[in-house]
């Protein structure tokens, strides 16, 4: 065997032992006494509640100075910085796994502890991830995840713009943990923060803008024209467009990426805010529709829905057959679309200064989404309602209309 193979070799046991002893390593059994030395400072100030305190626990001096010498040997050894990441990670992801088991057996799983356990823990991860990689390693993994939230479009960024885009990419994270736990003390509530948050996005993606100039912020975003045409076609390869068609239906998802990012850059207090996003999105599938033909449109949108992909591959184990994927899909497309409308002319009387009994509103969607639910009861029975609803493909949640985000979590 060559000098190169024995030491790829060699390089290949000392990692699986290095690996190997961080895994028996860390999952030793902290002592009582362990717990003395004090916790590691997480991204927090606050104090847990009693049941937190009791039960929730960053790790331990110990446990951080033990798992960060592991990971500096296994640095040393040439072990790229990502696979520690993952080692990390790992670890960690057990390890509140672990403390998530206890304080839901503690607690009966009390949802209002668990809410500020997953918080404690959202605001804890970065600071552990530095303690164990060390302030470079973690900035490297670190701006990696940046890069693949943020810059979907891989454009290449000068050391300054990426530099400036981390900063305003932490500072909106930091914003929403600030959000979240704002909601959980009952200082905002779910709708105020949502459109809080929405006006946060609003502002950090102009200031991407700024920083980028409009087209090459829509490269980093995968919506400029050449990933634009590349995503759509790709999207309509069933449906085979002719040339000419494809052109069409071109020009009208660009024209609508271009309003729905004008609407999300304006204020969100408008009361017909929801209501011209719904607007959108219609127009742009009347469009499609029109280009393409009824049938054809139809056809690609049953392709392109995540529930109705869903019931096709399990149509056996869930008691279906084509006849009843096609009544669930069509029942479920007129509860939203109806109760959209519902919604949307309730929005309408309020913009126009007219009394509006929101009680009523929300009595008469609870009432049609009962209805709705009882009507596909009656049509497959009990049994396979409920593998569709366990599995999250009928759920009544009230439609909003549209999401701030400009995500409507349809392809089409």
Same mark, same amino acid.
């Given at each position: ?37 004090? /916790?590691?400072?997480?991204?927090? $100030? ?9 039960? =929730? ?22 072990? +790229? ?5 993952? !080692? ?16 839901? %057996? ?14 404690? !823990? ?27 939230? !943020? ?16 900063? *305003?990419?932490?500072? %909106? #994270?930091?914003?929403?943990? $600030? ?8 200082? !905002? ?22 920083? %980028? ?27 085979? +467009?002719?040339?000419? #068609? ?9 024209? @609508? ?5 004008? *609407? ?6 408008? &009361?017909? @805010?929801? #209501? ?9 599938? $009347? ?6 033909? /009824? ?31 096609? =009544? ?15 919604? &949307? ?23 049609? &989404? ?5 009507? %596909? ?36």
């Amino acid at each position: 065997m060559s000098n190169i193979s024995w030491r790829r070799a060699l390089f290949v046991l000392n990692f699986g032992l290095a690996a190997t002893a961080v895994i028996l390593a860390l999952r030793k059994p902290e002592p009582a006494l362990a717990r003395e030395a004090g /916790p590691v400072k997480t991204a927090t $100030e606050k104090s847990p509640s009693p049941e937190l305190a009791a039960l =929730h626990y960053p790790d331990t001096a110990r446990v951080a100075k033990q798992r960060r010498w592991l990971i500096d040997q296994l640095r040393a050894m040439g072990v +790229p910085n990502k696979v520690l990441a993952r !080692i990390v990670m790992k670890d960690l992801d057990r390890r509140w796994s672990k403390r998530a088991a206890e304080i839901s %057996l503690k607690t009966r799983g009390d949802p209002e502890v668990l809410t500020a356990l997953n918080l404690e !823990i959202e605001k804890s991860r970065d600071a552990e991830m530095r303690a164990a990689l060390g302030e470079e390693g973690f900035k490297e993994w670190d701006m990696a995840n940046m890069q693949r939230e !943020i810059n979907r479009g891989q454009l290449e960024l000068a050391p300054a713009e990426s530099a400036t885009t981390y900063a *305003l990419w932490k500072k %909106l #994270q930091q914003r929403d943990l $600030e959000l979240k736990e704002m909601k959980f003390d009952g200082k !905002i509530d779910p709708a105020g923060a949502s459109d809080q948050y929405a006006k946060d996005v609003a502002e950090f993606q102009q200031q991407m803008k700024t920083l %980028l100039g409009d087209e090459r912020y829509a490269e980093s975003q995968a919506q400029g024209p050449h990933a634009v045409a590349v995503n759509l076609r790709h999207d309509l390869a069933n449906a085979n +467009p002719t040339e000419s #068609q494809f052109q069409d239906l071109l020009n009208a998802q660009q024209q @609508y990426n271009d309003l729905r990012s004008d *609407l999300a850059a304006q204020s969100h207090d408008d &009361a017909d @805010y929801a #209501q011209r996003l719904q607007d959108l999105d219609e127009a742009r599938d $009347e469009e499609f529709r029109r280009v393409l033909g /009824p049938g054809v449109f139809d056809s690609l949108q049953k392709q392109q829905d995540p529930g109705y992909s869903e019931m096709k591959k399990y149509e056996a184990t869930w008691g279906l057959d084509d006849t009843k994927i096609d =009544h669930v899909y069509s029942a479920l497309r007129y509860y939203q679309k109806s109760a959209e409308d519902y919604q &949307a002319a309730a929005r309408d009387l309020a913009a126009k200064g007219q009394a509006v009994d929101w009680d009523a509103v929300n009595k008469g969607l609870q009432q049609f &989404a009962q209805q709705t639910q009882q009507d %596909l009861q009656n049509y497959l029975g009990q049994g396979s309602l409920d593998q569709l609803q366990r599995n999250g493909i009928v759920q009544f949640n009230q439609p909003t209309g549209g999401l701030p985000n400009g995500n409507d979590g349809r392809r089409f």
